[in-house]
């Protein structure tokens, strides 16, 4: 079954500072991922996916990541962290046999001034 | 407005009582589902529609059942609800084009079950 590992329950950075997120997909080669962000007290929202058309994805608010395939990887990252960053962040894949998303656990990002 | 919206948003029930958490959603979407949320676990699926007609079980749909209403509306009940139920659940909507759309989350309903 496919299915993503968050390593890192809760990260920890000072502002200004790089922002790495990681995720890692089970070993056959999913045909889209994605990374959702969870604000305080609010509901998922979309980040970016992945879609096969580019290794390199571009999301909202300076946030990227890069597919590698050679390991197995989808990580999340920001140049600079903003206090405003501060959220859980959840990588997702596909289920087998075209099935709905599967969300790893989630990693709890914190900002500190 | 919101475009996914559930009540209520807290909730705070005894054993043995029967809920029922609501999704109403006015993006024209096919697909809905319920997730429950708990901490260190992730989002874990409780089952999805993907028309009025059609629903499915996701991984934890023990203790839980659904109704399509309409397109728009969506529901989750409790029959009889266990301390362990206690979660925050949410609602999604998506495009049929397949899972490689977007989901639309709402912003959550906070259930307590004591």
């Known amino acids: 079954a496919q299915s993503v590992t968050q390593l890192g329950s809760h990260v920890s950075v000072s502002e200004g500072a790089l922002v790495l997120l990681r995720c890692n997909y089970s070993?056959?080669?999913?045909?889209?991922l994605f990374w959702y962000v969870q604000y305080p007290n609010q509901g998922l929202q979309l980040l970016l996916k992945y879609t096969s058309a580019a290794t390199l994805v571009k999301g909202i608010n300076g946030f990227e990541a890069e597919f590698k395939k050679s390991e197995t990887s989808f990580h999340l990252t920001k140049p600079s962290a903003h206090m405003s960053d501060a959220a859980e962040y959840f990588c997702?894949?596909?289920?087998?046999?075209?099935?709905?998303?599967?969300f790893g656990k989630g990693t709890r990002l914190s900002v500190i001034a | 407005d919101a475009d996914v919206t559930q009540t209520p948003r807290n909730r705070i029930t005894k054993t043995g009582k029967r809920i029922m958490l609501e999704c109403s959603q006015t993006k024209g979407h096919d697909r809905m589902y319920w997730y429950r949320q708990d901490p260190g676990l992730g989002l874990r699926l409780i089952y999805y529609s993907f028309d009025v007609k059609d629903i499915n079980k996701g991984e934890i749909s023990d203790g839980y059942s659904v109704s399509r209403q309409a397109q728009a509306k969506f529901s989750l009940s409790l029959e009889s609800a266990i301390p362990n139920q206690t979660a925050l659940y949410f609602c999604?909507?998506?495009?049929?084009?397949?899972?490689?759309?977007?989901?639309?989350f709402g912003p959550g309903t906070r259930l307590l079950v004591l």
């Open positions: 070993s056959s080669v999913p045909p889209y």
């Open positions: 997702a894949v596909p289920g087998a046999g075209n099935t709905p998303l599967v």
């Open positions: 999604a909507t998506q495009p049929s084009g397949g899972y490689q759309e977007t989901q639309y």
